[in-house]
């Protein structure tokens, strides 16, 4: 198992993070999302495109389309941004301090969510089918402790330590390596009990040959 495994997720700004909304606001609102987020014929760049223009008006350039079209192949990573666009429009979070304090650092809120969008689609693509990050209330909370790492923000009541503590609980990588490492030391312990078995054997044997 190496650190990476249990890290939180990395803040798209490189600053500590701020105090942000309840966990609960986002698991919430995540519990609520259309089933047409998931869908993998919805179109995740224009979702976010047309999401820009939602949270403060900006239109995205041919550039940075793009860029999310490049960077959103799969219907695991679509489904991920669309979820993490999602949860940028709840009116809880839109009027959080700690958001509107972080989105002011990038130029603006639609300059903060959609680069979020695109690396929490890249940190936990592959790791759960879609409908999971909905539908199960432990795959809920890592992405929205994903969300709310990658924006920048602590969940409201969490210091760095406490977040991050939540953060291994459900971390599904971290959980996965602790489980494969869990399973080695079972083989490794099997192994030697097999190998001091058989150390007993012969020289139980060798003691019988020399009657």
Known sequence: MTGDDARLPR???????????ALAVVTHRLAAAPAALRDPRADACAALADLAVLLDGRVVDADELRVLDGRLGGADRAALALLTGWVA?????????GLRDVAARCGGLSRLVLP?????????????????WTDDATAREELARAVLAVLGLLPSGEDAALAADGWR?????HRRAVAAELAAEAQRAAELAKAL????????AAQYANY
């Open 116 to 132: 979020v969008a695109l690396r929490v689609a890249e940190e936990l693509g592959s790791l759960r089918e879609p409908a999971a």
């Open 89 to 97: 429009l709840d009116p809880g979070l839109l009027a959080d301090a």
């Open 11 to 21: 803040p798209v700004v490189a600053a500590e993070p701020v105090p942000g909304p």
């Open 169 to 173: 609980v459900v971390s599904t990588r």
């Open 197 to 204: 078995e058989e150390q007993r054997a012969r020289e139980a």
